[in-house]
Protein backbone atom coordinates (compact mmCIF):
# COMPACT_ATOMS: atom_id res chain seq x y z
CA UNK A 1 0.00 0.00 0.00
CA UNK A 2 1.36 3.82 -0.49
CA UNK A 3 -0.43 6.44 1.30
CA UNK A 4 0.19 10.09 0.95
CA UNK A 5 -0.55 12.57 3.75
CA UNK A 6 -1.16 16.58 3.04
CA UNK A 7 -0.96 18.61 6.07
CA UNK A 8 -1.06 22.11 6.63
CA UNK A 9 -3.78 23.80 5.36
CA UNK A 10 -6.39 26.22 6.90
CA UNK A 11 -8.20 29.24 6.75
CA UNK A 12 -5.22 32.66 6.19
CA UNK A 13 -6.81 35.98 5.45
CA UNK A 14 -5.11 37.51 1.86
CA UNK A 15 -1.90 38.34 1.74
CA UNK A 16 -1.07 35.93 4.31
CA UNK A 17 1.14 32.66 3.82
CA UNK A 18 0.91 29.18 4.19
CA UNK A 19 2.80 25.57 4.16
CA UNK A 20 1.79 22.42 2.78
CA UNK A 21 3.51 19.05 3.19
CA UNK A 22 2.30 15.80 1.70
CA UNK A 23 4.55 12.87 2.63
CA UNK A 24 4.44 9.33 1.20
CA UNK A 25 5.03 6.40 2.43
CA UNK A 26 4.32 2.92 2.19
CA UNK A 27 5.70 0.14 -0.07
CA UNK A 28 7.85 2.50 -2.57
CA UNK A 29 10.48 1.72 -4.70
CA UNK A 30 11.59 4.90 -5.94
CA UNK A 31 9.86 8.41 -6.24
CA UNK A 32 9.66 10.43 -9.37
CA UNK A 33 7.80 13.74 -9.98
CA UNK A 34 5.82 14.98 -6.87
CA UNK A 35 3.64 17.92 -7.26
CA UNK A 36 0.51 19.87 -6.08
CA UNK A 37 -2.98 20.89 -7.55
CA UNK A 38 -6.05 22.28 -6.58
CA UNK A 39 -9.83 22.20 -6.89
CA UNK A 40 -11.92 25.35 -6.35
CA UNK A 41 -15.60 24.73 -5.93
CA UNK A 42 -16.98 24.16 -9.26
CA UNK A 43 -14.22 24.10 -10.92
CA UNK A 44 -11.90 21.27 -12.50
CA UNK A 45 -9.06 20.29 -11.06
CA UNK A 46 -5.56 22.42 -11.71
CA UNK A 47 -1.88 21.91 -12.01
CA UNK A 48 -0.56 24.36 -9.06
CA UNK A 49 3.64 23.38 -9.33
CA UNK A 50 5.34 19.96 -9.78
CA UNK A 51 8.77 19.10 -8.83
CA UNK A 52 10.86 16.15 -11.25
CA UNK A 53 13.02 13.65 -9.19
CA UNK A 54 16.40 15.89 -9.65
CA UNK A 55 14.74 19.39 -8.66
CA UNK A 56 13.24 20.77 -11.69
CA UNK A 57 10.23 23.28 -11.26
CA UNK A 58 7.17 24.22 -12.95
CA UNK A 59 4.53 26.46 -11.56
CA UNK A 60 0.91 27.36 -12.97
CA UNK A 61 1.16 31.28 -14.22
CA UNK A 62 -1.15 32.42 -11.44
CA UNK A 63 1.07 31.26 -8.83
CA UNK A 64 4.40 31.51 -10.03
CA UNK A 65 6.54 34.59 -7.88
CA UNK A 66 3.84 33.50 -4.96
CA UNK A 67 4.45 29.84 -4.52
CA UNK A 68 7.65 28.13 -3.67
CA UNK A 69 7.73 23.90 -4.57
CA UNK A 70 10.60 21.72 -3.00
CA UNK A 71 10.73 18.09 -1.58
CA UNK A 72 12.57 15.87 0.45
CA UNK A 73 14.04 13.00 -1.00
CA UNK A 74 15.19 11.28 2.62
CA UNK A 75 11.88 11.66 3.86
CA UNK A 76 9.82 10.97 0.38
CA UNK A 77 7.83 14.68 1.24
CA UNK A 78 6.93 17.43 -0.82
CA UNK A 79 6.51 20.80 0.48
CA UNK A 80 4.57 23.91 -1.25
CA UNK A 81 5.52 27.75 0.91
CA UNK A 82 2.94 29.84 -0.30
CA UNK A 83 2.91 33.51 -0.13
CA UNK A 84 0.54 36.82 -1.36
CA UNK A 85 -2.36 34.48 -0.87
CA UNK A 86 -5.45 35.74 -2.32
CA UNK A 87 -9.18 34.39 -2.72
CA UNK A 88 -9.08 33.42 -6.04
CA UNK A 89 -6.10 30.60 -3.96
CA UNK A 90 -9.29 28.89 -2.11
CA UNK A 91 -9.79 25.12 -2.60
CA UNK A 92 -8.85 22.07 -1.64
CA UNK A 93 -4.88 21.25 -2.42
CA UNK A 94 -3.84 17.39 -3.35
CA UNK A 95 -0.53 16.08 -3.67
CA UNK A 96 0.25 13.67 -6.21
CA UNK A 97 3.36 11.52 -6.84
CA UNK A 98 4.53 9.06 -9.62
CA UNK A 99 6.35 6.34 -8.33
CA UNK A 100 7.73 2.82 -8.62
CA UNK A 101 5.81 0.24 -6.38
CA UNK A 102 7.67 -3.28 -7.14
CA UNK A 103 7.39 -3.64 -10.63
CA UNK A 104 4.37 -0.82 -10.79
CA UNK A 105 4.50 2.71 -11.94
CA UNK A 106 1.50 4.84 -11.32
CA UNK A 107 0.29 7.75 -10.16
CA UNK A 108 -0.59 8.24 -6.38
CA UNK A 109 -3.15 11.19 -4.56
CA UNK A 110 -3.23 12.24 -1.25
CA UNK A 111 -7.29 12.65 0.62
CA UNK A 112 -6.26 16.47 -0.21
CA UNK A 113 -6.30 19.80 2.18
CA UNK A 114 -8.35 22.57 2.33
CA UNK A 115 -6.94 26.25 1.82
CA UNK A 116 -9.70 29.09 2.20
CA UNK A 117 -7.99 32.29 1.69
CA UNK A 118 -10.73 35.12 3.16
CA UNK A 119 -10.46 38.90 1.63
Known amino acids: QVQLVESGGGLVQAGGSLRLSCAAS????????MGWYRQAPGKQRELVATITGGGVTNYADSVKGRFTISRDNAKNTVYLEMNSLKPEDTGVYYC?????????????WGQGTQVTVSS
Open 26 to 33: GSIGSIDG
Open 96 to 108: NADLWRAATYGGY
